[in-house]
């Protein structure tokens, strides 16, 4: 799956039969079909661009498996898996059209639930083996089998995506449940292949997988791993995709090596060494503070402020109502209106960044812009605390019910949005509120909120698709278990009947009210308190990484990203990595690199 199939669904046993459709021994592919492709957008890398050396970049801590699905597998490190991993077809970042990925062409069945595909017959899996329609069929074994122990895969290749079908080792068809709108269906239907002839699925298949590497179908394959220490890709010399309109001259470097930091400000010690080639900026701290001084001056090292126009991740407070506090309303209504992010934005964030509103945002019409985030409100918050019986305060100043403090704990996993917290935190207190911090590391904090064991959780998700989605997030069937990403446990009838009609609704009007509807419902819950978004990326790089002229694509969350749909842009300049290394220790300077991009910014 690639970033726009990243949708993380609960358990539901498969009982249906198969689709009629599916049940012809030799299925005849319907006559008449209208397929197309796209080989007229343009491309978006540049020819200039030059292959060769390694990227070196990092990551906080040690991936728990290699697995693409089943436990532990959701972790941060996935994603360079995924991108690895191409589906059917994927969008073009900058026109949103669909471009070919693994299928050259498309072709929509009337009934607005299937899709066929003609497959690239010169696919190939990383050891060599053709990718035929019979990897497809195996995808939904594959995510259907209780031996990948993945509940929310088990429930999307049932209750989502219902059938493949094969026509010949390269035409295939793909059908969802309900019908869609052409685009929307294309992309949730682009699925991706599973090498049928590297998985035994038994009872010992988490436990013998965890540390194997899968054969992929994208440029990179995992090369060298030194567990703890770092995991490096080496890219596919005879890669099949490397003439294809859309993937030539990109994913230039002939390693990518990522190397566990576990520390921030070590990472940046690394980088300001050399020993990084790029690194993230985005937090006022960062770059304000820490990216400046003699390497940007003598423009050894570059800065770039990128706007983009993506999907924002759904960043804030996630509120457990397992838990007895939390599980009142009125209860987090008053937390939400006793948690004073203008003050966090002014004063931490130095006015950077810009309230987020509501959950999901930055997805056109389906935006609810009618909603806005409870403010901070110290008379509100009374209101709605004393509604919750929390009418008393101690000595302290908290407020106390039979005898118990109202004291919640804030899990986070990045020292960074410490600053962030103590804020909230003081501020709270002004409301009778107590919120302990609970600083994790990122596996632990991962693991903690996966088990359902938080009380509140400080986190985001990576947004994505052209649509937002909310079974995987509050339907019930994902509440109250483990490994699901219902970590509200929202358990709601009537969110639960909205859902499915969102998923059922055929038509463009009827699906972005039903999400306007939603997005109200949410809002209405109260377990989602949003913090903040970012409209760019803010990187820091040495003078040798090159990007194309127009520096990233619309939908680029990430400049220097040596992967994915967006990704794969830069290369480096070995001969100007000489010349930067030489001037280091003659004290040359060249000019400085302040770049700030705005071509894709969104006006407010």
Do not use: C
Request: charged content about 25%; overall charge neutral; proline content about 6%.
């Amino acid at each position: 799956m690639n970033k726009l199939h990243w949708r993380i669904f609960g358990f539901i046993v498969w009982l249906a039969a198969l689709p009629v459709f599916a049940q012809s021994a030799t299925p005849q592919l319907p006559a008449n079909l209208h397929w197309q492709t796209n080989d007229a957008d343009p491309i978006f890398a540049d020819p200039a661009a030059k292959r060769g050396g390694r990227f070196r970049t990092f990551m906080s801590s040690f991936p728990p498996t290699l697995r693409l699905v089943g436990p532990d597998a959701n972790s941060g490190f996935v994603t360079y898996l995924r991108e690895n991993n191409l589906s059917l077809v994927n969008m073009h970042p900058n026109t949103l059209n669909p471009i070919p990925e693994l299928a050259t062409h498309w072709a929509f069945d009337p009934d607005g639930k299937t899709v066929y595909f003609k497959l690239d017959p010169d696919a190939r899996w990383s050891d060599g083996v053709p990718i035929t329609a019979d990897d497809y069929l195996f995808t939904l074994e594959f995510m259907r089998s209780k031996y990948i122990v993945a509940p929310w895969y088990n429930n999307y290749y049932t209750e989502i995506i219902t059938d493949v079908v094969k026509y010949d080792d390269h035409t295939i068809a793909v059908r969802e449940s309900s019908a869609k709108p052409p685009n929307e269906l294309l992309f949730d239907v682009a699925i991706s292949p599973t090498p049928r002839h590297f998985h035994k699925l038994d009872d010992n298949w988490v436990e013998n997988y965890n540390w194997r590497v899968e054969p992929n179908t994208g440029p990179y394959q995992i090369g060298d791993i030194r567990k703890g220490k770092y995991v490096e890709f080496k890219r596919k010399a005879d890669w099949w995709g490397n003439d294809r309109k859309y993937f030539k001259y990109r994913f230039n470097p002939d390693y990518i090596r990522i190397k566990v930091i576990r520390d921030l400000n070590i990472a940046y010690n690394y980088f300001s060494k050399g020993e990084l080639d790029s690194f993230p900026l985005v937090m006022p701290r960062l770059w304000y503070q820490k990216a400046q001084g003699t390497p940007y001056e003598r423009g050894y090292i570059g800065k770039i402020k990128f706007y983009n126009d993506v999907p924002q991740p759904v960043l804030g407070m996630f509120l457990n109502e397992d838990d007895p506090i939390l599980a009142d309303r009125n209860l987090r209504y008053g937390l939400a209106y006793a948690m004073n992010f203008d003050k966090v934005l002014k004063t931490v964030l130095r006015g950077d960044y810009e309230r987020k509103q509501t959950q999901n945002e930055g997805y056109g019409d389906y935006t609810n812009r009618d909603i806005r985030a409870r403010p901070f409100d110290l008379q509100k918050a009374d209101e709605y605390l004393r509604k919750a019986g929390w009418t008393e305060r101690g000595p302290d100043g908290i407020r106390v019910k039979n005898g118990q403090r109202l004291s919640l704990r804030v899990s986070y996993t990045s020292d960074d949005h410490t600053a962030r917290l103590v804020v909230l935190k003081e501020e709270a207190r002004k409301a009778g509120i107590e919120l302990t911090l609970q600083l994790l590391d990122a596996t632990a904090g991962y693991k903690q909120v996966m088990e359902k064991k938080h009380q509140i959780a400080w986190m985001s998700w990576q947004g994505g698709g052209i649509a937002p989605t909310y079974w995987e997030f509050y339907h019930s069937v994902n509440a109250h278990k483990p490994q699901t990403n219902n970590i509200t446990n929202t358990d709601n009838k009537a969110m639960d009947d909205k859902i499915i009609a969102y998923r059922d609704a055929t038509d463009k009007e009827s699906r972005v009210r039903l999400a306007h509807e939603l997005e109200q419902m949410v809002y209405e819950d109260g377990a989602y308190i949003p913090s903040y978004k970012i409209p760019y990326t803010r990187e820091g790089f040495w003078r040798w990484l090159r990007l194309p002229p127009q520096h990233a694509t619309r939908m680029s969350d990430v400049v220097f990203d040596p992967m994915g749909s967006t990704g794969g842009l830069l290369w480096i300049d070995e001969e100007e990595k000489s010349r930067v290394q030489k001037a280091r220790i003659t004290g040359e300077s060249f000019a400085p690199i302040n770049i700030v991009d705005e071509r894709w910014r969104v006006k407010p």
